[in-house]
């Protein structure tokens, strides 16, 4: 199993472009998740989802949309980038009833906004 | 987050030295998850907890969740280099709630 792959690794975006991150899970979880993760503040969750067709808002859901068409896929979409968004976003996943196990998490996108 | 507070956020610790890391909450966890994360690398996940009271072990790391279930203590014995990293602390609020984390603690290990 290839667990949870975000695409891409690394990625450069000027000021008020727009870009989607992806992310695809092969385990059949329900639950998805992204986080971002900027220096001295942990991992914020942005938006989550507990199954296809349902999210919702996190922590810090401003400036990013996502959907859950599939049970594989969470796409993250930043609509106009901006400096603020400069920053490490993990994808995870895990079964529903969150609690009955462990989120698995993908290696994470850099993103840095100019 | 503010819901999950752990302390202390940094840690300076001597080699062989035992250390001790929380996580508080002010409400019922429904899952407690602890990760580890080396500078700049991906998450490593450590250990999860459900009961209150609970207590898992893995090599040298040990990690409690209080029977309230409103806090969790993370304990390394004999911290090596290799315990060096960022440990983060992660919860579900609710059932089948959002998981949510704490800002982390940054763990040095002097040789």
């Known amino acids: 199993n290839a667990g949870v792959t975000q695409t891409p690794k690394f990625q450069v975006l000027k000021t008020g472009q727009s870009m989607t991150l992806q992310c695809a899970q092969d385990?059949?979880?329900?639950?998805m998740s992204w986080y971002r993760q900027d220096p001295g503040m942990g991992l914020r969750l942005i938006h989550y989802?507990?199954?296809?067709?349902?999210?919702d808002q996190g922590e810090v859901p401003n400036g990013y949309n996502v959907s859950r068409s599939t049970t594989e896929d969470f796409p993250l979409r930043l609509l106009s980038a901006a400096p603020s968004q400069t920053s490490v976003y993990f994808c995870?996943?895990?079964?529903?009833?969150?609690?009955?196990?462990?989120?698995?998490f993908g290696n994470g996108t850099r993103l840095t906004v100019t | 987050s503010q819901e999950l507070e752990q302390s202390p956020q940094s840690l300076i610790v001597q080699e062989g030295k035992n250390l001790t890391i929380n996580c508080t909450s002010s409400?019922?966890?429904?899952?407690l998850y602890w990760y580890k994360q080396k500078y700049g690398e991906g998450l490593i996940f450590l250990m999860m907890?459900?009961?209150?009271?609970e207590e898992k072990s893995h090599e040298k790391i040990t990690a409690k969740l209080d029977e309230k279930k409103q806090q969790s203590s993370l304990h390394i014995t004999a911290s090596q280099p290799s315990h060096a990293g960022i440990y983060l602390c992660?919860?579900?609020?609710?059932?089948?709630?959002?998981?949510?984390f704490g800002k982390g603690t940054r763990l040095h290990i002097l040789p």
């Open positions: 992660g919860a579900a609020m609710g059932r089948d709630d959002k998981i949510i």
């Open positions: 409400k019922t966890l429904y899952g």
């Open positions: 989802s507990v199954g296809a067709g349902i999210t």
């Open positions: 907890l459900q009961k209150g009271g």
């Open positions: 385990m059949n979880h329900e639950y």
């Open positions: 995870a996943s895990s079964y529903a009833g969150s609690y009955n196990s462990p989120l698995h």
